[in-house]
Structure formats: structure tokens, C-alpha cells
């Protein structure tokens, strides 16, 4: 067999694993084989916070509104489909909180904003308790109040390890 042939029986079921990423409100799994591994969501500590959300422009960002705190780049046309959020400090690993960059949550109670986002911005230091969900310029604004946000991880199991 050509080396080429063996590349193609190895990139290809790789890149056919890697687009099978899914994404729900629901559920974040990478999809393997269904009979073999088992996904289980690990809950956090429940947080009732208020949300607003902002754009990114430099009047409500830092000078690079295109960089989030996390080193996510934002496309400004198409900020609301990310579903990323920035948070208030206090709840940022990095000044003593338990959310990291990158780290998902589930959010509850703030209308159509409901689902799982990712944490990838700090808000400025005059907000606590707070967060903001990122949005596409010219979004009407809102404000959600008694927001409940969780931290979410997933944890796998392959069934075939055990056996």
C-alpha cells in the first residue's frame, strides 16, 4: 500500500470524527461511536446573577474590541451567533472566582438568552455578580435580573476501557 493511501485511512477518519462536533443547549459531546461512549454532564455550584449584554466597540471594550479577554478573536458582523458571555471579575479565575476562559455554563431565567455559553471575556471592575452576553452592534439592548448560570463540564467514558 502507497504511504498516500495510509495518510487517506488516517485523515480521513479523523477529520470525519472532528466535524461530528455537536453543540446543543442541551448537550456538548464529541461524537465517537454511541454503543461505546457515554457523556455525563458535571453541574456546578448555582449562581444568580444579573445580565445585560454589550457590543464589541472599543467605547464599551479596551482599545482591541476584537480580542476578548480569553484571546478569542470576534467577528463584529456575526457577534450574537458566538454565544460567548463576559463576566464580571469576581468571577473570573484570575481575580479568585471559579470561572476560567473557556469554561461553559448553562443560563437560565434570561428569556430567548437561555442555553450554554462560553466565558471568554472580563467585564470592567465596577460589576459585580454580573454578565454580559456579546452581541452584534445595533442589537436592542435588554436586562435580565435573577439569572441562574452553572458551571458545566463534561466528563467521558468509554465503555470498551472497562472492559
Known amino acids: 500500500m502507497k504511504i498516500s493511501n495510509y495518510i487517506r485511512l488516517i485523515l480521513i477518519p479523523v477529520l470525519v470524527v472532528a466535524s461530528l462536533r455537536v453543540a446543543t443547549n442541551k448537550t456538548f459531546?464529541?461524537?465517537?461511536?454511541?454503543?461505546?461512549?457515554v457523556t455525563d454532564t458535571i453541574r456546578g455550584?448555582?449562581?444568580?446573577?444579573?445580565a445585560t449584554c454589550y457590543y464589541p466597540v472599543s467605547s464599551q471594550c479596551d482599545s482591541d474590541p476584537l480580542t476578548t479577554a480569553g484571546m478569542y478573536k470576534i467577528n463584529p458582523d456575526s457577534a450574537s451567533e458566538y454565544k460567548w458571555i463576559a463576566m464580571s471579575?469576581?468571577?473570573?479565575?484570575?481575580?479568585n472566582g471559579e470561572f476560567k476562559y473557556g469554561d461553559f455554563v448553562e443560563i437560565k431565567g434570561a428569556g430567548h438568552k437561555d442555553g450554554v455559553y462560553r466565558v471568554v471575556?472580563?467585564?470592567?471592575?465596577?460589576?459585580?455578580n454580573r454578565i454580559?452576553?456579546?452581541?452584534?452592534?445595533n442589537t436592542k439592548p435588554y436586562k435580565f435580573v435573577n439569572v441562574t448560570?452553572?458551571?458545566?463540564?463534561?466528563?467521558?467514558?468509554n465503555l470498551l476501557a472497562s472492559l
Open 29 to 37: 459531546k464529541l461524537v465517537m461511536d454511541d454503543k461505546f461512549v
Open 45 to 50: 455550584a448555582e449562581y444568580n446573577v444579573t
Open 89 to 95: 471579575r469576581d468571577m473570573i479565575a484570575r481575580w
Open 121 to 128: 471575556d472580563t467585564m470592567n471592575k465596577r460589576f459585580t
Open 132 to 137: 454580559d452576553f456579546l452581541e452584534t452592534k
Open 149 to 157: 448560570l452553572t458551571k458545566i463540564t463534561w466528563k467521558q467514558k
